[in-house]
């Protein structure tokens, strides 16, 4: 079963643009993690925020966590058209194994 | 250095043929993961090991399903009597402690099956 459920399903922008996902789960966490997935080199690692941190940077990646709201969003500033990607948000409920959420289809424009 | 590896990259096999899918994970690393993706969905995880001791196999979705790591470093996932709704992409993780607020995983290529 899947506890994550991003959205948009689907997301089309133009290069430069800044790209918005959101994630709800259902469960207490310890941390959530987003993925990005591409065919040229698979599921990679892109953050990870623990259940008592409200905010994080990475980058050009921000991502915020309400856990009184069970959701997360990812945002992902001035797009790239290499960002095109799918992205999965995934929870950790502290025994370890991830579950991932169905993802979200992004397409930077150039 | 080298990330986690797995062969084959693809497997075509026929319905009731077994299948042995291998992952070589970063060297060092505590935790190894088996998860299962189908066309268009997120990865679901099948089972976890923490060295060689197999902590969690509530993932897997029949007893055809088996895993082993027995030397905790190589990981095998076997499926006996393949059946078309295995088909799927099979991502091995691996991560370096044991889990909890640092679980980052590190994940393979995967293996595409496709069951005729």
């Known amino acids: 079963s899947q506890q994550g459920e991003e959205d948009p399903q689907a997301l089309s922008i133009q290069e430069g643009e800044n790209a918005t996902m959101n994630c709800s789960y259902k469960?207490?966490?310890?941390?959530l993690q987003w993925y990005r997935q591409n065919s040229g080199r698979g599921l990679v690692h892109l953050i990870l925020i623990r259940s008592n941190e409200r905010e994080k940077h990475s980058g050009r990646l921000r991502v915020t966590l309400d856990t009184s709201k069970k959701s997360s969003s990812l945002l992902i500033t001035a797009s790239r058209a290499a960002d095109t990607a799918s992205y999965f948000c995934?929870?950790?409920?502290?025994?370890?194994?991830?579950?991932f959420g169905k993802g979200i289809t992004l397409s930077v424009r150039p | 250095g080298a990330g986690v590896s797995q062969s084959p990259r693809y497997k075509v096999a026929k319905r009731g043929q077994d299948v042995a899918l291998r992952c070589d994970p970063i060297?060092?690393?505590?935790?190894l993961f088996w998860y299962q993706q189908a066309l268009g969905q997120g990865p679901e995880f099948l089972t976890y090991?923490?060295?060689?001791?197999?902590?969690?196999k509530s993932g897997l979705p029949s007893d055809r399903f088996f895993a082993e790591r027995p030397e905790g470093s190589v990981s095998t996932l076997k499926i006996q009597r393949t059946q078309q709704e295995d088909s799927a992409v099979y991502l091995c993780?691996?991560?370096?402690?044991?889990?909890?607020?640092?679980?980052?995983?590190?994940f393979g290529p995967g293996t595409r099956l496709t069951v005729l």
């Open positions: 060297s060092g690393h505590v935790s």
């Open positions: 995934a929870t950790d409920e502290a025994n370890s194994k991830l579950t």
């Open positions: 090991f923490q060295n060689e001791a197999q902590l969690d």
């Open positions: 469960t207490s966490i310890n941390n």
């Open positions: 993780a691996s991560s370096l402690v044991r889990g909890g607020t640092y679980n980052e995983q590190f």
